[in-house]
């Protein structure tokens, strides 16, 4: 197997400060430790070939009762400083002859899929990449006792991890800095004149430091989203002249087309209804309505993550969505598992939370006389108390 995508799991810190004895990422949130949750984001990505995990020399019984049972690599261990560590990381790895390399902190385990296969694709094209999220207060200078002036927000970001590099810059960046204290990769990258760009961070991606951190983080895991909310959506969308139909973002050749003033994906519209309806906010139509010509044409996959915006807004997390399509023509079983993934993706959801499933009416109505096509979902959401 050639080894393109690396991760550098940084696991090293002392951080004793949150829970006294054990270093916060060995620490347990909601039933797994943070080191476990980080690592699984790599795991479960099907882009990354290799996870390499830095661990202080004293740690071993802790990260071997963390994920000792996962496929890993044997861990290796770290330096004084995070630099120093990450450095030995990079070097310890050096003979898989990686293409690319993500640097996370084992403290981060909220990162999602969506953000790691963003980081991917940037890195690809552009060769450096991190995380980071704009700041929204405004930022004081303060020189002695009292405020010297404010400094414009606009320019500022806050970093977040993983990083992506292309190996052989940042192994050879990191050698060069090797004696100068800097606090990301990001900064070494910089410093040796690379170009780093900056992908849209989440704040749910924080990185776990006090104790109030430690709470957030309980409250994230699913043991605490007892606020069961269940939505319903139905759509339909008529047949016109055409040679194709977009449902649950899958173009599927046929006959006929849908009419709509977006991409008619009544599919899309349907769940985009059951999220908004599960969280009370209304109807696709209000959020987007069709009397105004932005949404000509729209891919509806922008209405959809509007609605999944909102419950990550309201720190909710989606259990499951159950979508039934109603028509005679197209066939959607052959479709079925590329819809799901589809969705999956979009949400960035579990295709084992994502139902797709088919039905004709019998040739009764207006779906069975081939005139159109219905969308009824169904979706359970989770919101903390
Ligand atoms: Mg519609």
């Given at each position: 197997m050639t080894i393109k995508n690396v991760a550098i799991i940084v696991a090293a810190g002392r951080g004793h400060r949150l829970g006294g004895e054990i270093p916060k990422q060995y620490l347990d949130v909601g039933g797994m430790p943070i080191l476990r949750r980080s690592v699984n984001v790599f795991l479960e990505?099907?882009?990354?070939d290799h996870i390499q995990v830095i661990i202080h020399p004293d740690d071993l019984e802790l990260y071997n009762s963390a994920?000792?049972?996962?496929?890993?690599?044997p861990p290796v261990h770290g330096g004084e400083t995070r630099q120093q560590s990450v450095l030995k990381g990079l070097e310890a790895i050096s003979d898989l002859m990686a293409e690319y390399v993500y640097i996370h902190d084992?403290?981060?385990?909220?990162?999602k899929q969506s953000t790691l296969n963003k980081l991917i694709s940037e890195v690809e094209e552009h060769g450096a990449a991190i995380p980071a999220l704009s700041v929204t207060d405004t930022i004081k200078y303060m020189a002695a006792d009292s405020i010297q002036n404010t400094i414009d927000r606009s320019f500022l970001y806050r970093a977040q991890t993983p990083q992506a590099f292309r190996y052989k810059a940042i192994y050879m960046a990191h050698r060069r800095h090797e004696n100068n204290d800097l606090t990301d990769d990001s900064a070494i990258a910089e410093q040796s004149g690379l170009k780093v760009r900056i992908i849209p961070g989440r704040?749910?991606?924080?990185?776990?430091?006090t104790e109030d951190d430690l709470k957030k983080a309980h409250i994230m895991t699913q043991s605490s989203y007892t606020d069961v909310r269940i939505g319903y959506g139905l759509d339909v969308h008529a047949f016109e002249a055409g040679d194709h139909v977009i449902l649950g973002g899958v173009k599927i050749p046929h006959g006929k087309k849908l009419k709509g003033h977006s991409d008619a994906d009544v599919a899309m519209h349907a769940i985009t209804d059951a999220l908004l309806g599960a969280m009370a906010l209304g109807d696709i139509g209000e959020h987007?309505?069709?009397?105004?010509?932005?949404?000509?044409?729209?891919?509806s996959d922008i209405f959809l993550k509007h609605a999944v915006k909102l419950i990550d807004d309201a720190d909710g997390v989606i259990a499951n969505i159950d979508l039934t399509i109603i028509c005679e023509?197209?066939?959607?079983g052959p479709h079925r598992d590329k819809i799901r993934d589809k969705l999956s993706e979009i949400i960035d959801l579990d295709m084992g939370r994502i139902s797709v499933k088919a039905t004709t009416t019998e040739k009764l109505g207006f779906t069975g006389n081939g005139e159109g096509i219905m969308a009824q979902a169904v979706a359970t959401i989770r919101l903390p108390e």
């Open positions: 990505n099907p882009t990354i994920v000792g049972d996962l496929d890993l690599p084992a403290a981060r385990p909220f990162l704040e749910d991606n924080f990185k776990i430091t987007f309505p069709p009397s105004d010509k932005k949404w000509k044409d729209a891919s023509e197209p066939k959607i």
